[in-house]
């Protein structure tokens, strides 16, 4: 497993113990800003402050010259998001979306830590 990787892991791991040490239910744009926050306290300025899209993704380019983003297929979290192909597994319109659990003001702070959960899970390649 690669620095980087591990990295990630422990910003998920700090960001499940702000949920769960929070009073209150974390809203979508305060989740936003804490996994910036500590991301950029980590020294990574991953796209979408992200270990998946920015290392996952890929983009290219087509006959034409045009800009692509390939690759959200290959994301783990699309798999868990039982996102159709092409859609991005982040998507906050895909419900199944461990990532989408952060972006919806009405799931609680446990849900939010099981989503955390499920995201270091993939990070560390476990199904």
């Known amino acids: 497993m690669t620095k980087e990787r591990k990295i990630a892991i422990k910003i998920w791991e700090e960001i499940k113990a702000f949920i769960q040490s929070s ?64 859609d991005c597994g982040c998507s906050p319109d895909l419900m199944q979306s461990p990532y989408a659990r952060f972006i919806n003001d009405y799931t609680d702070n446990g849900v939010k830590a099981e989503a955390c959960d499920m995201i270091i899970k993939a990070l560390k390649g476990e199904e």
């Open 23 to 86: 009073p209150q239910d974390v809203p979508s744009n305060s989740f936003l800003s804490i996994k910036r926050s500590i991301t950029r306290r980590y020294g990574k300025y991953w796209s979408c402050d992200c270990w998946f899209c920015h290392y996952v993704r890929k983009l290219i380019r087509d006959d034409n010259g045009h800009p692509i983003d390939e690759g959200c297929d290959k994301c783990p979290l699309h798999k868990l998001a039982h996102a159709a192909p092409g």
